[in-house]
């Protein structure tokens, strides 16, 4: 299935951007783009108005109401069944996506997200469920407890810009969910971008083995791309770490976070930040508030 890599992207730039997942390098369109194949009850008629149960448009203006409603009537079940968007929000109580699929398409016309960009992603988030891709976490650091019922995996670059301007987003959003979210790191430094990137996910290492993950993962991304080894002992120095014991967990550290970089090779990730939401890539917009929304979807999906 393809999807969109993420290497180095303008994060907080045009809306456009943030909203699409556009790529330093390239972008693919989402497949699947056409979210129209609706029972023919849907398309006869003018387009309904009717304000739809759980969902509130009042932050919309009169134009995005209408692209709202006209989207609600177009695009499909987010449960996969032959009826659309409206039909499923109104009428489809056993389909519990559905009024956290229209929260989402409001949100995104919120954002001047163009009608076109909010049918990709809506397919992208409800196209067929593959099977979940499956990582291994034991021992990985984490954010939140691990009993979450819905679980995260990102594959960062300390030195990537996108990956430092995304990490206040997701960290928020983990907390918001107020433990329903986990999310599990893992090392992907583009050495090739930026050569201090593998210093900096040796230090995190090192640093955890000492139970400093937290304190060392935030420093490192507020000292981007400050990453050398003299750097980041400095970092230690602050944080209060054990230097010998650091300098060595260091030196040792290189093949845990090759480790990491060839898992996510085998699960396809060419680039950062890559984010696995409940086993599938995520494709959303790189926001708390969609991460939050996406958290809150599948926590409900799940009780």
Known sequence: MPHRPVVCAALLGAVATLL????????????????????AIDRAGPVDTTPLPGVDVSGLSAKQQDTFYRLAASLTSPCGKAHSLRTSIATDTACKRAPFAGRYVAALLEDEAPEKDVRELYASKYKPDAPPETFKLDGAPHHGPTDAPVQLVEFFDYGCPVCVQFHPELEAAIEKSDGAAVVYFKMFPLVSRHPDSMSAAQAAVAAAAQGKFDAMHKRLFERSPAHGKDAVVGYARELGLDLPTFEADYAAAEPKVRLDMAEGEAHQVNGTPTVFFAGRRYEGPLMAKYLALWIAEEAAVNR
Do not use: L, Q, R
């Open 20 to 39: 699409g997942g556009a790529s330093c390098e390239k972008k693919s369109s989402s497949s699947g783009g056409s979210a129209d194949v609706i029972g």
